[in-house]
């Protein structure tokens, strides 16, 4: 006890000095936004831009120095084709300043077998303050697709981006192509802004989801084209705070909240914006997907606002039986909760009769399903609804008229 009250009278004048050195330490270091910003350049560090030379290591040391710099620093990627096995550019960094600007395109290897299992192909993982503009990443996935098309057994697959971790994250024009599996994943992350952002797959590419979130918060994506063989954009538990603006999705199964409810614990998702989109050809417009079985998993504080549907399958879809081949959901009651949910500005073609389903849990029915100016017709004639276990309310032009 004494010892301790000996440290404290110590620890008062220690605790000045700290101060005034912290003080001086940061009136003297050059602050980030006007220091210049050292460059590491891949090709100085040996990379090829032959499209088949591993460059892999070129990479990881121009990170290594960038994270590893005291101040502002980058990585550049001038242009060609470079081939990257695989690339990991952790942190924690010594600055939160850190620019990766690419030129060029990187190559994924086109062996399935050497990424496969790997699961991710360029990561970023536990970095603040990291900013990828520009670039190509060309997952090479159409070995893989076809190989998991013709249902043999193959490797899971590599997804080309994956942010986990992280905070403060800006990726502006980045191009992402063939990805063998999702291509680009955010995941336990907080401030990330996806802008001009562009994701193509052949349409019939299995998994090839265009952006997934998870367990993240304050996720931007702006002015973005994705079209694949999957959801455009996944949204899964545990994400807040999520703003999708002016993105064109097609082909693709469009953008999708779910699926939720795998597990019985399991992180809801609540404040998603889906504003100013156009679907085309998707097999969903805007979809919330949830598993009919036990969960403690909900979404809300839902807004779809201004969206186009050309000729989609399902633009306007609630499903909350989500069961693969019929197994491990007793009951088949989802005991996900979906409320306030909002459809504004909604206008455009369906492919098939029913262009509005809410299809909801027997046990938890959806609440403040709320549906304002929508307007889908079917073969030039007004759509179909079809309502079941959701509640809400309808208001100015809804065509099909509301079942709720
Ligand atoms: C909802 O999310 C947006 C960002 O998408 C944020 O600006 C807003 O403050 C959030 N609202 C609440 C109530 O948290």
């Known amino acids: ?87 990991s550019f952790n942190g924690p960094c010594k600055n939160s300043a850190i620019t990766v600007r690419i030129d060029g395109t990187l190559v994924a290897p086109s062996n399935y077998n050497v990424n496969g299992n790997a699961r991710r192909w360029i990561v970023f993982r536990h970095v603040t303050g990291v900013s990828m503009i520009g670039g190509t990443l060309d997952g090479q996935g159409t070995g893989l697709w076809a190989c998991k098309l013709s249902h043999k057994s193959c490797p899971i697959g590599a997804t ?20 063998q599996m999702f291509h680009i994943v955010i995941n336990g992350c907080q401030n990330v802004k996806m802008q001009g952002v562009k994701v193509s797959a052949s349409g019939t590419s299995p998994n090839t989801d265009g952006i997934h979130v998870g367990a993240s918060t304050g996720v931007t994506i702006l002015n973005s084209k994705i079209g694949t063989g999957d959801d455009c954009v996944s949204i899964g538990p545990g994400s807040n705070n999520l703003w999708i603006e002016n993105v064109a999705c097609g082909p693709g199964h469009g953008i999708s909240i779910g699926s939720l409810g795998k597990t019985q614990q399991e992180d809801g998702v609540q404040n998603v914006t889906v504003k100013t989109v156009t679907f085309t050809g998707t097999q969903n417009g805007v979809r919330i997907k949830s598993w009919g079985r036990p969960s403690n998993g909900f979404a809300r504080n839902i807004l779809f606002q201004h969206a186009i549907m050309n000729n989609v399958q399902n633009p306007i879809i609630i499903d909350q039986n989500y069961c693969p081949h019929n197994s491990g959901c007793p009951g088949q009651a989802s005991g996900v909760r979906v409320s306030d949910v909002t459809y504004q500005d909604i206008h455009g073609t369906s492919a098939t009769s029913v262009a509005v389903k809410f299809d909801c849990s027997s046990k938890y029915p959806c609440t403040g399903i709320r549906m304002q100016d929508v307007k889908l017709t079917y073969r030039n004639k007004v759509a179909t609804a079809s309502c079941a276990h959701a509640d809400g309310t309808a208001s100015g032009l809804v065509q099909p008229s509301s079942c709720l």
């Open 160 to 179: 080309n981006l994956l942010i986990s971790n992280s905070q403060n994250i800006l990726v502006r024009g980045l191009r992402s192509l063939n990805s």
């Open 1 to 87: 006890m004494a010892e301790l009250v000996i440290n404290t009278c110590l620890n008062y004048h220690a605790l000045v000095v700290l101060a005034l050195s912290i003080f001086i330490l940061l009136s003297e270091s050059p602050s980030p936004a006007n220091a210049a910003s050292v460059q590491y350049n891949v090709v100085s560090l040996g990379a090829k831009a032959d499209g088949k030379t591993d460059s892999s290591k070129a990479f990881q040391s121009a990170w290594a120095s960038a994270c590893g710099s005291t101040r502002a620093a980058s990585v550049y990627v001038p242009q060609g084709r470079f081939l990257v096995k695989s690339a």
